[in-house]
């Protein structure tokens, strides 16, 4: 069974930098894994995404530069380092596990096990 556990939200100033975790079990470690986020008033939007490895990323443009996503096998976690945080990138943010190691999908349809999520509260 796969489990996702996010932590490291909360409060931040605009400007400011943020890590998100997420932990997962260890046959989670060969998907590939990714983030969303739900900011109120807006559809569930993709983030970023890599593969199980950690060599591959994909990222939205609306967040290149600013966001970095990595992994960490040994630890059998997932991380999104948000840097420059601003007001918009408050919301709820999830990580999601897809079973194709490979895939760097920013469709929500394809990660089929999700995290309860974290919030993200940034103030101007």
């Known amino acids: 069974q796969v489990q996702l556990v996010e932590s490291g939200g909360g409060l931040v100033q605009a400007g400011g930098s943020l890590r998100l975790s997420c932990a997962y079990g260890p046959t989670t470690r060969r998907y590939s894994m990714g983030w969303f986020r739900q900011v109120p008033g807006k559809e569930q939007e993709f983030v970023a995404a890599?593969?199980?490895?950690?060599?591959?990323?994909r990222y939205a443009d609306s967040v290149k530069g600013r966001f970095t996503t990595s992994r960490d096998n040994a630890r059998n976690t997932v991380y999104l380092v948000i840097n420059s945080v601003k007001v918009e990138d408050t919301g709820v943010y999830y990580c999601?596990?897809?079973?194709?190691?490979?895939?760097?999908?920013?469709?929500?349809?394809?990660?089929?096990?999700w995290g309860q999520g974290t919030q993200v509260t940034v103030s101007s």
């Open positions: 890599i593969t199980s490895s950690g060599v591959g990323q």
């Open positions: 999601a596990a897809n079973p194709n190691t490979w895939d760097l999908s920013t469709a929500s349809i394809d990660y089929n096990h």
